[in-house]
């Protein structure tokens, strides 16, 4: 068990108590998840999506339920099956011409790995099931997989055992790349997971049991799974099964099915984003990061909010009120009739702006310390917001070791987003071709200039924009069909690298939803700037992205006449 209470590995690795001890309960995920709604679960890697699944998924609804198993509540099973693995996304089809053979055997592949699952989960729950219903289970299952299954071991066993040698055969067989021709052994979700789960429906313990099928890291499934799973989203009986199917937005979602048709929203799923637009520490993920944090320091006994164990640096706080002051009495001396309502938020939009413009460019870069400045950097993912409070609260007991850490210093946590900050800045200079396969070395480039263009004009936008200075995210305008063969690729892979961030809100235009974009905030410290930003967002052209990832530069937010002819103020 970890002792840091700020560990952001991936929910997969986590003990089940943990998971259970940090996870922020939402009614609403609860109500969608075991309903018997198809339910789609978006959001960036990091964002909570495998937590989610795993949470409500049967082994750790047994454990959350402080009651004999044979009471507990089995009207609602969730069947967790991770797409990251090679069970589930065999790439066998990309060695075979064959379209039909390539899609029998991706299935095939697939439904092995769900079945696998769900033989597991109900393993855990074996002692509910009467002897009478396991040997008519027994029987009944003779049918759907051809051969007796023996009686010395628990059936659910038996099951996985059997699974486990077909895969093992099916492996053999087309490693040899013989007949291909006929694939009459390949199973498939009607011939296999259907009839399993109506077998399991027919005894006494799970007669009314509604099963989940959770999907996680569907975007790793291949093309011909990724089509077979958008058709049984689209089966319209879900008396018995439904899916929560969690999918990383990094991929936009095709919604074809294997037979030519389209699944539709709020007909065949319902969407579920679990990230929400993201402006300040009071919008909601501002609330759920302070639950987080909450939670997880109340689980090792420390009393302190999270605002007080991540302290705010009181040399900035002050520094920031004089110019908060400053900016209001100027304001009220230019107008003297003004609201309070007028004055506040003119000071919103302009007096940290002025406190990162009066500083000198000798002077030491701000303390970024305090909660508020910590949910910010995250651009309102999860993982971004623990990752930079485990390395701070690893750096505190390392500095008093074998004492409680009470609270992290401002010195700390400055330090520790200044690391950060600069190894994301690394990342990309060094080129993203590094770690991803899916990137060239001419697109890693691009990238870098882009990023550069991008903080160099938020940063001239900081210095020199006269009504909305903080401004730290964008919309892209002029669009053309050969713009967008060239820039969505390149953000494409930016957002797969989570160094940008594409959200989607109201335009200016009769309410239209429309894209925005908005880079890693953790880019902002080791350039001075601040993550702070505020509502609202640049709208810039195409063409002037397409310039800047060549040259790596925009032209100055103060050049106004170039500027209007790239920018949409």
Request: hydrophobic share 35%; with cysteine; charged share 30%.
């Amino acid at each position: 068990m970890t002792d840091n209470p700020f560990d952001f590995d991936g929910a997969k690795n986590l003990p089940d108590r943990l998971l259970i001890d940090w996870f922020i309960d939402d009614h609403n995920y609860s109500r969608f998840l075991k309903s018997s709604r198809n339910v789609l679960l978006l959001g960036h890697r990091g964002c909570g999506k495998s937590m989610t699944l795993l949470y409500y998924s049967l082994p750790l609804e047994i454990k959350k339920q402080d009651t004999p198993l044979i009471e507990k509540d089995l009207s609602h099973v969730g069947v967790y099956v991770s797409c990251s693995t090679p069970l589930a996304r065999r790439v066998d089809h990309d060695f075979f011409e064959d379209e039909k053979f390539s899609r029998a055997i991706s299935e095939h592949y697939f439904v092995l790995s769900i079945a696998v699952a769900i033989a597991e989960h109900c393993e855990q729950i074996v002692e509910v099931f009467d002897p009478l219903s396991l040997e008519e289970l027994r029987d009944e299952l003779f049918y759907v997989f051809d051969d007796e299954l023996p009686s010395d071991f628990s059936i659910f066993k038996c099951i996985k055992r059997a699974l486990k040698k077909e895969l093992r055969k099916t492996q053999e067989q087309f490693l040899s790349f013989e007949n291909r021709s006929d694939f009459t052994f390949a199973r498939t979700f009607y011939t296999l997971i259907v009839p399993f789960l109506g077998a399991l429906r027919t005894t006494s313990a799970l007669r009314e049991t509604h099963f989940s099928l959770m999907i996680d890291d569907a975007q790793d499934l291949n093309d011909d799974q990724r089509l077979m799973l958008n058709s049984w989203l689209s089966y319209r009986d879900h008396s018995v099964f439904s899916f929560k199917v969690a999918l990383a937005t990094v991929v936009d979602f095709d919604r074809k099915t294997s037979t030519g048709g389209s699944i539709i929203e709020g007909h065949d799923y319902i969407a579920i984003n679990l990230e929400q637009p993201f402006q300040n520490e009071n919008s909601q993920f501002g609330m759920l990061a302070r639950s987080i944090i909450e939670k997880r320091l109340k689980n090792i006994g420390v009393n302190a909010t999270p605002d007080e164990f991540f302290e705010e640096s009181p040399e900035f706080k002050a520094e920031l009120e004089i110019c908060w002051q400053e900016v209001v009495d100027n304001y009220i001396a230019a107008n003297p009739g003004a609201e309070r309502k007028q004055v506040n938020d003119y000071a919103y939009k302009q007096a940290r702006a002025l406190y990162f413009r009066k500083r000198s460019p000798k002077a030491n870069r701000p303390i970024y310390s305090g909660l508020d400045t910590l949910i910010h950097l995250s651009s309102g993912v999860v993982r971004n917001l623990l990752l930079p409070c485990y390395w701070m609260y690893d750096d505190a007991v390392s500095k008093c070791p074998g004492e409680p850490v009470r609270k992290i210093s401002p010195a700390i946590q400055a330090d520790v987003i200044m690391r950060e900050s600069e190894k994301l800045w690394s990342r990309v200079r060094d080129g993203l071709d590094r770690e991803r396969e899916d990137c060239t070395k001419e697109q890693a480039k691009l990238i870098f200039n882009l990023v550069s263009a991008l903080g160099d004009y938020f940063r001239d936008r900081l210095f020199n924009h006269v009504s909305e200075p903080r401004i730290i995210t964008f919309t892209i305008s002029e669009r053309t069909p050969e713009a967008d063969n060239q820039l969505m690729p390149i953000l494409g892979l930016m957002r797969k690298a989570q160094v940008m961030y594409r959200r989607s809100g109201p335009s200016k235009d009769a309410g239209r939803q429309e894209d925005y974009y908005t880079l890693n905030r953790l880019f902002w410290p080791a350039r001075g700037l601040d993550p702070h930003g505020q509502h609202g967002r640049a709208s810039i052209k195409a063409s002037a992205l397409l310039g800047s990832m060549l040259t790596g530069k925009f032209p100055s937010v103060a050049e106004s006449d170039t500027q209007r002819g790239l920018f949409d103020e």
